[in-house]
């Protein structure tokens, strides 16, 4: 199985860093957002990866490219700890880039047609938007991968429960009656009181090639866009889509604030971090009277 990890958006709510830069790229906790989506593919045996791009697709491959100008710099300075980062990083995975052609419609759907010329025929593929992070014990595409492969549906699709407040900003799932995990239709971004549930899809999916049939015969939606919701909300009408609620916190990082929470979160994780950002923001906190 590949996995494709798409970056082709215009980033608008990253401007102005966005534009030298895709927002993926830019840190979480010191590390490029995109590369944690690369380990947690490659810790569920997907290193055969296609990161879809629109443009400054440069940086993101120099990133996961051997740099020997960097590597000596290290090995002379001494600092072999973080030669071994640098070199793991190298070679973790086989990634290849791939340019979204300009005559495909603009969505998040559409970097599944960029990438088709690049999976293997017949085969399942591992789907996901770059601009999110989820933590948990398990990596998210291992625990999509026990469920695809117990039960061989057309489509996996990961979800969260999130508040009542929030299900207008997402797309809510509703499941056939009966079913405990199988879906009958997606409500995008439902009118406050009126969503069918509070499990909401989240972007990691598994397709198989049945997707990209239904993608070849679907019209553009909202904003004239190829939104990979119709697509999954139409191939549940013919076929099995299994609903997996993750185990993890899920964070969306698609905006400068929602990046700086994950920031903090993922920090807080982290040994060499944790202790004293943990004081900085108690003191942070006493120095505004909260």
């Given at each position: 199985?590949?996995?494709?990890?798409?970056?082709?958006?215009?980033?608008?709510?990253?401007?102005?860093?966005s534009k030298a830069i895709p927002k993926e790229m830019i840190p979480i906790a010191g590390k490029p957002l995109i590369q944690y989506h690369v380990e947690g593919l490659v810790a569920a045996g997907i290193t055969e990866i296609i990161v879809v791009v629109r443009d400054a697709g440069a940086i993101v491959q120099d990133h996961f490219s051997p740099d020997a100008q960097l590597q000596a710099h290290l090995r002379e300075s001494g600092k072999l700890?973080?030669?071994?980062?640098?070199?793991?990083?190298?070679?973790?995975?086989?990634?290849?880039?791939?340019?979204?052609?300009?005559d495909l419609p603009y969505g998040n759907a559409?970097?599944?047609?960029?990438?088709r010329n690049w999976l293997n025929p017949g085969e399942p593929?591992?789907?996901?938007?770059?601009?999110?992070?989820?933590?948990?014990?398990v990596e998210i595409p291992q625990q999509m991968l026990n469920t695809f492969e117990e039960r061989q549906p057309a489509a996996v699709l990961a979800a969260q429960e999130v508040p009542d407040e929030e299900t207008h900003l997402y797309g809510c799932i509703e499941l056939k009656p009966g079913?405990?995990?199988?879906?009958?239709?997606?409500?995008?971004?439902?009118?406050?009181?009126?969503?069918?549930?509070?499990?909401?899809?989240?972007?990691?999916?598994?397709?198989?090639?049945?997707?990209?049939?239904?993608?070849?015969?679907?019209e553009t939606g909202k904003g004239g866009e190829l939104w990979l919701t119709d697509a999954v909300d139409r191939l549940a009408t013919v076929s099995s889509v299994v609903v997996h609620p993750i185990e993890g916190i899920w964070m969306a990082a698609g905006d400068p604030l929602r990046q700086l929470k994950a920031?903090?979160?993922?920090?807080?994780?982290?040994?060499?971090?944790?202790d004293e950002l943990t004081d900085y923001l108690r003191s942070l906190n006493e120095r505004l009277g909260r």
């Open positions: 199985m590949k996995g494709i990890i798409t970056i082709a958006g215009y980033g608008t709510r990253f401007l102005p860093a700890d973080l030669l071994e980062d640098v070199r793991r990083v190298d070679r973790m995975a086989d990634i290849v880039l791939v340019r979204q052609r300009e559409t970097p599944a047609l960029a990438a593929f591992y789907y996901m938007f770059g601009d999110d992070i989820v933590m948990g014990d079913a405990e995990d199988e879906m009958m239709r997606i409500v995008e971004k439902p009118d406050p009181g009126t969503a069918p549930s509070n499990l909401v899809q989240i972007g990691h999916f598994i397709f198989t090639p049945e997707i990209l049939d239904v993608l070849d015969n679907l920031c903090i979160e993922v920090s807080l994780r982290r040994d060499d971090m944790r």
